[in-house]
DNA sequence: TTCTTTATTTTACGCGCGTCAAAAAAGAAA
DNA sequence: TTTCTTTTTTGACGCGCGTAAAATAAAGAA
């Protein structure tokens, strides 16, 4: 139990009570292997009874290679990222890096003030999942010059030393070819300005699976800015059913988020969602959203590899940095998606 | 176009160049008025050709009062603690401090570290929502002795300087009242075992509100543990519904995660969740979670002030803050619930 | 026991900036 | 123009810690 006798306000205190000299001290911090046993020990005694932690920012200050980690992702109260930077957090934790979560709330203007921000923490790196279509690209670009950056999510051709994230085609191939195998091809469903590139990716890959199967492609694209996509996919439905446009039973959402506001909007018309006997339509979507296995009917999706993504995101990274800095090349690691069959299609 | 002929890599260079001392380029940081109009253009006439910003946490490191601002909540991958969290940190922002948010993920020694890692950052104030149960209270209450804090959204008594949170009576009371006038009397539905203090006054709200009424009270409280809320909620509903243990066809769910679980539970039954005719459960809840309006059926519930808290919050931090950290007594402030009829009851 | 060699510790300085007291400049009054 | 005030600016030091180089202690060889 390290009881407050005495408040200790720092590094200098701390070494005088424990009879050691503050660069002793400052290396026991860094690596208590690396002092004589001798010293340990009464480092450790003074440890028992007075608590003190060094202080973290101080130390960063003047260090060549701090073991700070920047995280920075686009819209933190999005589930999917709230999730993939929990993982990440854990994963540099047991790393032994110390991770700082920044979220721009869809702002490309507090996205660079983050980055600004990050410069001062002197990070060993960072790992950065842009805002997309509206990030200033400059910003971006001069800040990975600057700091050891891995891009994750969604990628910026030609920015940070690499980038680790999923594999599109690999979801929509899956949900386009189950989708097309156990009843009719899907209409593609999705934002008509999407924010994210991974969006056109997987517009993409819907155009060629359909083309593959000989299949006329049908998209649908529904209006709506900004992060509600869970409103926007719900209007979108709403707005498509009342005026049939659809061609066939299956619909297959950019995304879980616009899915879920999609049976939202389908419920509210009465619509029966499912792949069993007695159901109006069949929905699938792509991310495996968190709250994606929640919904009712529980939605068949293509699953990020979490935690794939985030174990090689972070392993990128400490690689990254343990190469200085810099890698020989950029690269670009993408996992693919697993089906995952509920009840929606 | 702040071009970057030459990398500024601190005050005294950027002084240098803007041909102004150090400390009168730190004064014009802090603020702009409090130097002279002409150092004044001269700063900001570099400021145009070199793009140099402050090291925040060099700033922090010597100032008397930062404007830094910690917040902690207990799970971020909760959308209820993601929205809060995003509503406070765009309030502290404008209020013109520097938010940082930490999330400890469940776990009580993370939320200790966080801790810790927030005295190095000095903060002017930090907004806690403390774990509850779990949390290691001793170490909270002397971090809460030290840095001036406000606890939001789950209270512990006496620790902080104030408290600011919604009145889990209020949120009980409208849902009971409702479900009783307009049907059967609810059943309440919670976890055995729940971490967060709320649910305690939850349950002993809807005890009061049912011996008022002078209704029998009918608990029923399921087994699980962590923050898994969703599943424990569709376990205990599948259980509860195959035992046949509800005494009538309404369910008051102590929170909307549990609820929401619920639904899946239900709906995988074949029972549908409605006020209308022809359904066979009503479903009410606590919270309006940011997905509560988009399930199956969308769910009646009460819902936080979510506005009103995070400002109430923050706006006592800064009150705390301008009185030099201490309060005369400790003040707690709740906020109403607001009944929101959604499809389920 | 004495001299090397090597492992530790200490000395001294730096990181990027805040802040106070002293000095200089600007403005007002004479 | 000179003198006295009132800003501004500047010099000097400190924050809490890292780190290279110098000094010391421990360990081994002679």
């Known amino acids: 139990?390290?009881?407050?006798?005495?408040?200790?306000?720092?590094?200098?205190?701390?070494?005088?009570?424990?009879?050691?000299?503050?660069?002793?001290?400052?290396?026991?911090?860094?690596?208590?292997?690396?002092?004589?046993?001798?010293?340990?020990?009464?480092?450790?005694?003074?440890?028992?009874?007075?608590?003190?932690?060094?202080?973290?920012?101080?130390?960063?200050?003047?260090?060549?290679?701090?073991?700070?980690?920047?995280?920075?992702?686009?819209?933190?109260?999005?589930?999917?990222?709230?999730?993939?930077?929990?993982?990440?957090?854990?994963?540099?934790?047991?790393?032994?890096?110390?991770?700082?979560?920044?979220?721009?709330?869809?702002?490309?203007?507090?996205?660079?003030?983050?980055?600004?921000?990050?410069?001062?923490?002197?990070?060993?790196?960072?790992?950065?999942?842009?805002?997309?279509?509206?990030?200033?690209?400059?910003?971006?670009?001069?800040?990975?010059?600057e700091v050891p950056t891995v891009l994750f999510d969604s990628n910026m051709e030609g920015i940070g030393e690499a980038f680790v994230g999923s594999d599109n085609f690999s979801f929509v191939m899956q949900t386009v070819e189950y989708l097309c195998r156990t009843g009719e091809p899907p209409s593609f469903f999705e934002m008509k300005n999407p924010a994210n590139p991974n969006a056109n990716k997987r517009r993409a890959a819907y155009l060629t699976m359909m083309e593959r199967q000989g299949i006329e492609p049908h998209i649908i694209q529904i209006d709506g800015t900004g992060w509600a996509f869970e409103e926007i996919g719900k209007q979108g439905a709403l707005k498509v059913l009342a005026e049939k446009g659809l061609r066939t039973d299956t619909i297959l959402c950019s995304n879980d988020r616009l899915a879920i506001g999609f049976l939202v909007g389908a419920f509210e018309l009465g619509l029966k969602v499912g792949r069993s006997k007695g159901c109006n339509l069949r929905l699938a979507s792509h991310d495996d959203h968190p709250f994606s296995r929640f919904t009712c009917p529980p939605l068949t999706t293509a699953a990020h590899d979490y935690a794939s993504v985030s174990e090689g995101a972070v392993k990128t990274l400490i690689d990254l940095i343990e190469a200085g800095g810099k890698l020989p090349n950029r690269t670009e690691i993408v996992y693919p998606a697993r089906l995952i069959m509920r009840e929606s299609a």
């Not at 424990?18 to 480092?43: A, C, L, M, N, W």
């Not at 202080?55 to 960063?60: D, T, Y």
């Not at 003047?62 to 686009?74: C, E, F, Q, Y």
């Open 1 to 145: 139990m390290a009881m407050t006798r005495q408040r200790i306000r720092n590094m200098e205190e701390f070494a005088a009570i424990s009879g050691i000299s503050r660069p002793t001290v400052s290396k026991y911090f860094h690596d208590p292997e690396s002092v004589r046993p001798s010293s340990r020990q009464r480092i450790e005694a003074a440890l028992e009874r007075y608590d003190y932690r060094p202080n973290v920012f101080a130390m960063n200050q003047n260090r060549k290679l701090t073991k700070n980690v920047g995280i920075v992702v686009p819209y933190l109260t999005d589930p999917f990222f709230a999730e993939i930077a929990r993982t990440i957090e854990m994963r540099c934790v047991e790393a032994g890096f110390q991770p700082s979560l920044f979220s721009g709330y869809g702002s490309p203007e507090q996205e660079v003030a983050i980055l600004d921000t990050l410069r001062s923490l002197k990070p060993a790196g960072v790992l950065l999942a842009p805002l997309g279509r509206a990030s200033d690209k400059r910003a971006i670009e001069r800040f990975c010059a």
